[in-house]
C-alpha cells in the first residue's frame, strides 16, 4: 500500500500506557492508529479484560484500533519456554513484530509502542527491538522516552473508570507479583 506521510501505528499494550502516548503523537503531527496484539496477558479472562478498557479508550479518544485475530498465547510460550530469563526479550519482539509488519501492510509510514511510557518495562531493550525490527521491516520505529509522563497517563484514564491490571501481563509476572519472588 502506498505509505500515508507522518503515520504511526502504535501497538497498544493497555489503554493507561495508551492515554498520553497517542496524544504525544499526535502533538508531533502524525496520524495515529492503535494495534492491540498482546499473547503475554495470562490468562484469556485477563487479556478480556484489557482489552474491553482499550476499546472503551480507543472510542473515547477517536482512535482507530486493529485488534490483531487470534489470541496467539501458544506462540507466546513456543519462544518463551527454555529462555525464561530472556523473556521480556521474546515478549517485546513477538509484539513488536507484529506492529512493524502490520504497519508495513497498511502503508503506515512507523510504529511504536505503549511500552515506552512504563517506567516497570526494561526500557533500553525495547529502543534496542524497536530498532532492530526497523532495519529488518523497513518501516521507520518511532523513539521517544516518556517514563515522566507515566502518571499523567493514568491520570488522563482515572475519569473513564477503566479496568487496571495488577501485574505485567505473563504467568511469571502475576507470581512473582503475588508470591512477593525475585
Ligand atoms: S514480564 Fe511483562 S514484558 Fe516480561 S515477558 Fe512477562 S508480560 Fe512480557
Redesign the pocket.
Known sequence: MPVTSKSVLVHCCCAHCAAYTVGHWREQGYEVSALWYNP?IHPYLEHQSRLEAMQSFAREADLPLQVAVGYDMIEYFRRVVGHEDE??RH??RLRLEKTAEAAYAGGVSAFTTTLLISPH?KHELIGEIGAELAREKGVEFLYADLRKRYSDSRHQTKPMNLYRQQY???V??EWERYAGVK
Request: hydrophobic share 10%; glycine share 10%; with cysteine.
Open positions: 503475554n523473556r521480556c515478549c517485546f518495562q505485567c501481563g505473563c511469571y509476572s
